[in-house]
């Protein structure tokens, strides 16, 4: 994978983003939103696979901050999946939230525009780092058609010590696909 690409592409990116299955070699943005068209899963349909070993490599985070990111990621992805508007807004910082205006707007965008996130069948948590005072965890997601995604959120800590959402990039996974 092309890490540092895609992270360097993350310092850009303002907003969530997805590519689509027919371009999937582009990283989408929030101001080039993806075609739709794929089949939808029914909502509740997610589920979380077993987390990987923890990297070797240092991430800058406690082990606690390292469980309240995957822990608003997890809320997020669950509330995606239940179809849950106001949980998978409340997930988000305040600037994604005011670029929106409600839960709904937000929700209706993810299900039309970033399906391979808002229909996972199931996920795992990958790498996390912290890049300055922000945090990106590397997620791995499987789509309804067996698919592999990799989703790179970035999140903030908040005044109130939550992890929010602020960024999400998300590219098919290298090797065969099934």
Known sequence: ???????????????????????????????????????????????????????V????????????????????MQALGKRDAAGAYATLTPAIKDYYKNSNAFL???????????????FEFASIIRVATDAIQEVVLTGAEGREWIAQFKLQRQPDGRWAISQCLIEVAPGPQS
């Open 1 to 55: 994978m092309k890490a540092q690409a895609a992270l360097a592409m993350m310092a850009i990116v303002t907003a969530i983003g997805v590519t689509q299955p027919q371009a999937a070699e582009r990283i989408a943005k929030l101001t080039d939103p993806a075609v739709t068209g794929s089949t939808a899963l029914a909502p509740g349909d997610l589920r979380e696979k077993a987390a990987l070993p923890p990297s």
């Open 57 to 76: 490599v240092r991430t800058g985070l406690s082990s606690l901050e390292q469980q309240r990111i995957r822990s608003s990621i997890r809320g997020h």
């Open 108 to 122: 209706a965008y993810l299900t039309a525009e970033l399906r391979p996130l808002a229909y996972a069948k199931d």
